[in-house]
């Protein structure tokens, strides 16, 4: 009971909400860069929103079940198809023992989650699943997956294995009411006020483009390098998910997953958590857009898109029979 | 004494209180103090807490303060409110302050690539350097960068150089020099910093229960392996010791 690497991807990982309480120790939080879709894949499942899934980037790894289990796809979609046929994303799928699923080409997003009903039996390290690559811990011997990994189920299929795998016949509605999928929002940073006038306004206006130098640890901006009024360098700080730093060069580098604990470049702006999603399935060549706002707004989208993702829980655990 | 400080957010779900941007004793006592303070009330929606150099900074989780929110209040204004409050009271912190590790180094050219560079540009020889480097005792003021990272300071004017201006790979246990830092490479890593030695002790090693080996506010002295007799030498060798034998480097003063 378990799934098989047999061809290996550019970069999948296992991943869950992240590991929290240890970067007093430099110890970054890693986790899911779409912590949505990674919630809407564990639920098509019947699994809690925290549950660790399989984190997947394009080439993506090509899998082969060796029992029967429910499983999901959220958030990019990167063309997944089962024995060779198209399967869609955000629909709970019962796949039978010798399927393989494979990712075709990408259409939408950077990353897709891959969640199995209950999970994968797999050892947490400081109380998280997530892969810590620099540390070499977490998630699965940690590290990005391999041809030949095996990660086991955590539960067998209690029903009989089926001829064929079988959709399930309801699709999870993933949007949650973003009223500006166009734009970033974000609050303003500390040092925002270092900005030359004229760069304040190119940040608030221009197209920035997203470099192919991206990564899980942070998004490289391109094209509309930016003034500050002082060279002041700043002794270390905290740092998080979405903080917008200006680099020596003038060029912005937006945190992400792999983000480290501290760091000393100037903070500009913070990318909102609610748009943390929208940001994490965004490619190199894409364009990014800032559009400034508050605390309040923030928190209200925020607890907008989580009462969306709660909504969604109930109706499939009804589905489900749950 | 009371210390000035301000609070703002860092994102929705983060805030920072800034003691002024500044490498000073004092302000560091405060922050790694204050660390203690709210570390210990155990609160479930604090997510984080990252003391650095003058700055303390707060991860906090919405979903379980939204409760505690009237109408018209954000979070963060809750989480501000509550921060001020708990530094307005006095607290007596005797955690890590007096803990000293004495960390071997050996300063081999082998294991020091940048060790001549520096002794061309500060007109010092390796002995001098060496003497320099082992004879004060570094405070911790934060850990950070790397898991285990830990930023030491400050080496004497005599020894201090900037950073290189490209990184290097860098081997586990190298330890390094940047401007008036000091501090250790705990895993193989990109960096910046001027190389003179490495250590065999394992600042962090992923099986134990506490990977990580030092803590903020905790005091260092590096000691050239070299000036302890072979016998004790032998049992700091081979470079991958293990955790249990760490033990005996850490002593209370």
């Given amino acids: ?322 | 004494m009371a210390f000035e400080y301000k609070i703002y957010s860092l994102g929705d779900s983060t805030l920072t209180i800034d003691y002024g941007n500044q490498i000073n004793l004092e302000l560091n006592k405060e922050v790694i103090s204050r660390f203690h303070q709210l570390q210990s009330l155990q609160l479930p929606w604090i997510k984080d807490l990252i003391p650095a150099y003058s700055s303390l900074t707060i991860h906090y989780d919405m979903m379980q303060l939204v409760k505690n929110i009237q109408s018209q209040q954000t979070i963060f204004a809750w989480v501000k409110n509550f921060v001020e409050e708990k530094l307005k009271q006095d607290y007596d912190h005797q955690a890590s302050e007096n803990e000293l590790i004495r960390i071997p180094v050996c300063y081999d050219p082998e294991y020091a690539p940048d060790m001549d560079h520096i002794c061309s540009l500060k007109n010092i020889t390796r002995e001098e350097l060496i003497k320099e480097h082992t004879s004060n005792t570094y405070r911790i003021y934060m850990l950070g960068f790397l898991p285990g990272f830990a930023y030491m300071g400050e080496v004497n004017d005599t020894i201090a150089v900037p950073r290189k201006q490209k990184p290097v790979q860098v081997h586990a246990g190298s330890v390094g020099i940047a401007g008036k830092q000091t501090g250790v490479y705990p895993l193989d890593s990109p960096g910046g910093w001027q190389i003179i030695g490495r250590t065999p002790m394992k600042l962090f090693d992923v099986s134990r229960d506490e990977p990580v080996m030092l803590r903020a506010g905790m005091s260092v002295q590096f000691y050239d392996e070299k000036s302890v007799s072979p016998e004790v030498r032998e049992s700091v060798s081979p470079l991958d010791r293990g955790a249990k034998e760490d033990d005996r480097y850490i002593k209370k003063q």
Avoid at chain 1, 198 to 206: C, I, L, T, V, Y
């Fill in chain 1, 1 to 322: 009971m378990s799934v098989r690497v047999i061809k290996s991807g550019i970069h999948d990982t296992i991943q869950d909400l992240g590991r929290y309480g240890y970067q007093q120790y430099g110890i970054n939080p890693n986790g899911a860069m779409d912590k949505y879709s990674m919630a809407v894949a564990n639920m098509l499942v019947g699994n809690k929103m925290s549950g660790a899934v399989i984190e997947l980037h394009f080439p993506s790894s090509v899998f082969l079940f060796t029992r029967a289990c429910l499983m999901a796809i959220s958030g990019a979609d990167f063309s997944p198809a089962i024995n060779g046929d198209p399967v869609e994303i955000n629909q709970p799928i019962v796949v039978a023992k010798n399927d393989i699923l494979q990712f075709q080409k990408p259409v939408r997003g950077a990353r897709c989650y891959l969640a199995i009903d209950e999970g994968f039996e797999l050892e947490p390290w400081l109380n998280s699943y997530s892969t810590n690559t620099k540390a070499q811990a977490g998630g699965l011997k940690g590290r990005a997956l391999m041809k030949d990994d095996e990660i086991f189920f955590k539960k067998d299929y209690p029903y009989k294995n089926p001829n064929s795998f079988k959709i399930l016949p309801w699709k999870a509605t993933t949007s949650w009411g973003d009223e500006d999928p166009g734009y970033l929002y974000i609050i303003q940073g500390n040092e925002w006020e270092q900005l030359t006038e004229e760069s304040k306004q190119k940040f608030m206006e221009a197209e920035f483009i997203i470099s192919g130098h991206s990564d899980r640890m942070a998004y490289k901006l391109e094209n509309n390098p930016l003034t500050r009024r002082t060279n002041e360098e700043l002794v270390s700080t905290g740092v998080g998910f979405g903080t917008i730093q200006l680099l020596p060069d003038g060029n912005l580098i937006i945190l992400a997953a792999d983000h480290q604990s501290t760091g000393g470049y100037p903070r500009m702006g913070h990318v909102i958590s609610a748009h943390h999603a929208k940001l994490a399935q965004m490619n190199a060549g894409d364009v990014v857009k800032f559009k400034l706002t508050d605390v309040g707004m923030a928190e209200r989208l925020f607890f907008k898109q989580q009462q969306h993702l709660k909504l969604l829980q109930t109706a499939c655990k009804n589905r489900l029979g749950a």
